[in-house]
Structure formats: C-alpha cells, structure tokens
C-alpha cells in the first residue's frame, strides 16, 4: 500500500522494516523535525551559541564573513537573493516601501542626478529610439553611441540651414521620412541626419537629402 508523505505531498512506498511511516525520504524527515516543536527549540539554541561566538570570537567571525560572502557572490546566493527579492516586491510591506521611496526626496534627488547622468542620457536616448521605431514599425540599425557620435560632429550647426543650434537643440531626423518608409525600413545611421528643430519640423514628408 502506497502512503502520502505529510511534508511534500508525495506518494511513497514504505520501508518493509518501518511501521507507520509518516515521510518519504531523511529529508523529509528532518525537515519535520526542524518544524516541530523540539527541533524549533534546538535551532533557536543552536543560533544564539553560533551569534554568542561570533561576537566573542573573532577569528571565527572573519571566517563567517568570508563564508556568508562566498555564498553572497556564487550562482546559487545570487539567485536566492533576486528571488527573495521578488517575493518581497511583491508583499503588501514591500509595495509600501516601494510607494514611500517613490514619494520621498532622496528618490528625486537621485533620479534627477541619473537624468542628468551620462548613463541615464544614453539609456532614455535608446528607449526613446526604440519606441520611435516600435510605434512606426521601422528598424533603427544604428545604437545611441553612433548617433551622439554624429551629433558631436555636427558641432551644433543643423545640416539644412548650416545655421548653429547647440549640439543640445538638434533633433534626430530621418532622410526618408517615416510617413513614406514602408514597413521594416530599415534605418542604418547614414539614413539619419541632426537638423534643427525648425528645419526638421518645415521638411515634413519631402525626401531632401543634404549633400554632405
Ligand atoms: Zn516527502
Ligand atoms: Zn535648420
């Protein structure tokens, strides 16, 4: 007769030796120990005498930290931690924090100093690019770097008009217009060009290529 282990649900076979045996395997066995009342009595013992000596003894306190490191930076520390993590972004005290963080100064204050950062540039100039591409179902075929590249050489003069802007005002246009690429096209970074914001703005739909 087949019997159903009380820790993890799942059908056993009994040993012939043993009666009435409640779980599948050791594991098992003392993981329900560990749950019981004695066992929970015997972990708490065995954790104040661990924190006791680590406190008292310091050889075996660096020899924790080392330890507790080790774990910290391997696969398995780091997927336990994301997944902890998740767990508690979830929980209503995580969403809490979340909402308080959200909500309080400090967060404004490193928000706007990753804004302003050149990581943060970069990062919301390939989002920016990625939904421009998404929305028009276009490929933009060039990164973020190459198009700062080409802004920098422009040095703030607009392509169409050879008047300067400030390498801050130039705007991103497309040689062949979105509204007359089809779908797919295919922008490589030769296909892009920085024109001031009343050029890119008055060349509408006209393909106008400037010669360079
Ligand atoms: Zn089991
Ligand atoms: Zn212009």
């Not at 012939?16 to 779980?23: A, E, F, G």
């Not at 006791?52 to 507790?68: C, G, I, P």
């Not at 209503?92 to 404004?108: E, F, H, V």
């Not at 100093?113 to 421009?132: C, D, E, H, I, V």
């Amino acid at each position: 007769m087949d019997d159903k282990c009380q820790i993890c649900q799942a059908i056993f076979i009994p040993k012939p030796y043993s009666h009435n045996q409640k779980y599948c395997s050791k594991k098992c066995n003392r993981k329900a120990y560990y749950y019981s009342e004695k066992g929970q009595i015997q972990s708490k013992n065995a954790l104040k005498k661990t924190m006791l000596r680590y406190h008292n003894d310091l050889e075996f306190k660096k020899r924790w930290q080392e330890k507790s490191h080790r774990y910290r930076i391997s696969q398995k520390g780091r997927e336990t931690k994301s997944k902890n993590r998740k767990i508690y972004r979830k929980s209503i005290n995580g969403m809490l924090s979340d909402l308080k963080y959200a909500q309080s100064p400090k967060r404004k204050v490193s928000l706007k100093a990753y804004t302003m950062s050149f990581k943060g540039k970069m990062n919301s100039l390939r989002a920016s690019l990625k939904r421009m591409a998404a929305f028009n179902s276009i490929i933009h075929q060039f990164t973020e770097y190459e198009w700062i590249n080409t802004l920098n050489n422009a040095n703030g003069i607009c392509k169409d008009c050879n008047t300067y802007v400030g390498t801050r005002k130039l705007t991103l246009d497309h040689i062949i217009p979105i509204s007359k690429a089809h779908n797919g096209q295919v922008y490589t970074i030769k296909d892009v060009q920085p024109l001031c914001l009343r050029c890119n703005i008055s060349k509408r739909d006209t393909i106008n290529e400037v010669c360079v």
